[in-house]
């Protein structure tokens, strides 16, 4: 990390980040520890107790879960918005503030203690980094801040919870990996479809040989939700409570539109990767479980993705369609489709198709097949966020470790790189370089924006 990594309007340079963790710690005061009878035998040294950076649309489906483990306390969010309307439908109200009030009503109900605040709220991560008292973060923001965030935490001696995509370009995932193995963290790739029991015996039967030799692969990609403003969109006002520069963080100086953050953020290249890393991490990254998450395609070559008109706020692709091929010349072809999430393993001895509410085969029974006690197992999860509290007490990976979602992060970032550029990339998987394309290598990794850096 860059020694600098302080925020506009706030100097803290790293020596001074790190000798006042104590100082901020106890200007917060200590969190409101919950009782054992609460939570049954999870005394309160037994108690993890984690933080919420970003309090968005995706933090209404993890904050649940997290509630439901008696030996976890959510002590902190962290959000630039303080509370709004317009996240993935305007009914949405979220921020900080609407997120630590909707814990603090449940753990009021948990206690019997009706003036419970032991959740907190601010706007800065850091500040959530310097408390002794948080063990482990869960990064819920658009991904553009995922690597610096997650770099930092590490640094910071924090376990991380981070929502899949891992990251925004090739580049920041090889560096998440390289702090979170440095500083001995454990890392989840919040890609929780490694949590269904349904989804692990597909994975087993391909990687036993149910299908025989896999000949060919099909990943199915979600329809875009939302369009753009088209081009000649104006520039808005920054609404209040909303710290816009900050939201920015490492992106590109911008100004601001209401499609351009919250859900939005989604559909533009500066700060995610559309629904090839959103959706496509999920069907993509199941196909990488099933044949082994060192595995790599070695070429990508776009199929007829198509885009938005150009000058439109939004630009990445509106049609996926992309070819990726790996080195045993097994092809995998991953596009738009009204069914939004599946695969489908096409093997020399029958075809094997998963969605998210069924499992599909011919020969029929071959889905039913046992996979016996001496052959390849998968790890288990019954719930993402159960898996990595196990971890952070465990100190081993879980089912979706740094390596693997960086590497469903880089498939998914390569074949955007792919259909951008019209044409056919090779990657060497050793180096993680695009061999003989300058022009394809530089979009490998993005940079930063002052102050921010790794």
């Given at each position: 990390m860059n020694k600098n990594i302080s925020r506009p309007g706030l100097s803290l340079h790293r020596r001074d980040f790190l000798r006042s963790t104590a100082a901020l710690a106890a200007a917060f005061g200590a969190p409101y520890i919950m009782p054992s009878s609460v939570f049954g035998n999870n005394s309160p040294s037994n108690r993890i107790n984690l933080a919420i950076i970003g309090c968005g649309n995706q933090s209404t489906v993890d904050i649940p879960e997290w509630l439901k483990n008696d030996d976890c306390q959510i002590v902190t969010v962290c959000d630039v918005n303080r509370a709004s309307h317009g996240y993935r439908d305007e009914k949405q109200f979220l921020g900080r503030e609407p997120q630590r009030d909707f814990i603090n009503k449940f753990y009021a109900k948990k206690t019997g203690n009706d003036s419970f605040k032991g959740c907190d709220a601010c706007i800065d991560f850091r500040e959530v980094l310097a408390r002794k008292d948080v063990d482990a973060v869960a990064i819920i923001t658009p991904d553009h801040w995922h690597a610096v965030m997650t770099i930092m935490a590490a640094e910071a001696g924090k376990d991380i919870y981070c929502q899949k995509p891992l990251s925004l370009t090739v580049r920041d995932g090889q560096e998440m990996i390289k702090a979170v193995r440095k500083h001995k963290r454990v890392l989840q790739c919040g890609s929780q479809w490694r949590s269904n029991a349904m989804m692990r015996h597909a994975c087993e039967l391909v990687r036993n040989g149910r299908l025989g030799k896999i000949k060919r692969i099909e990943t199915f990609v979600a329809?875009?939700?939302?369009?753009?403003?088209?081009?000649?969109?104006?520039?808005?006002?920054?609404?209040?409570?909303?710290?816009?520069?900050?939201?920015?963080?490492?992106?590109?100086?911008?100004?601001?539109?209401?499609?351009?953050?919250?859900?939005?953020?989604?559909?533009?290249?500066?700060?995610?990767?559309?629904?090839?890393?959103?959706?496509?991490?999920?069907?993509?990254?199941?196909?990488?479980?099933?044949l082994g998450d060192d595995a790599m395609p070695v070429e990508y070559e776009d199929t007829g993705a198509e885009f938005p008109p150009k000058g439109d706020?939004?630009?990445?692709?509106?049609?996926?369609?992309?070819?990726?091929?790996?080195?045993?010349?097994?092809?995998?072809?991953?596009?738009?489709?009204?069914?939004?999430?599946?695969?489908?393993?096409e093997g020399s001895d029958g075809w094997l198709e998963i969605s998210s509410r069924k499992l599909q085969s011919n020969p029929e029974s071959l889905k039913d097949s046992v996979i016996g006690e001496n052959e390849k197992h998968l790890g288990v999860s019954k719930n993402h966020q159960r898996n990595f509290l196990d971890c952070v007490k465990s100190r081993k990976d879980g089912v979706e470790p740094v390596e693997a979602g960086h590497r469903t992060s880089a498939l998914c970032h390569l074949g955007n790189i792919a259909m951008v550029l019209k044409r056919k990339i090779k990657l060497d998987p050793q180096t993680e370089q695009i061999v003989g394309d300058d022009e394809a290598n530089k979009m490998l990794s993005r940079p930063l924006r002052g102050p921010w850096h790794y």
């Open positions: 329809l875009n939700n939302f369009t753009g403003p088209g081009p000649g969109w104006q520039p808005m006002p920054v609404p209040e409570g909303f710290d816009y520069n900050f939201w920015l963080g490492p992106a590109p100086q911008a100004p601001y539109h209401k499609d351009r953050c919250f859900y939005r953020f989604r559909f533009i290249f500066d700060y995610s990767g559309g629904q090839t890393t959103n959706f496509g991490h999920h069907s993509n990254g199941i196909v990488q479980w099933a706020l939004f630009n990445t692709p509106t049609k996926i369609s992309f070819r990726a091929r790996y080195a045993s010349g097994v092809e995998l072809d991953c596009h738009t489709d009204k069914r939004s999430f599946g695969v489908r393993f």
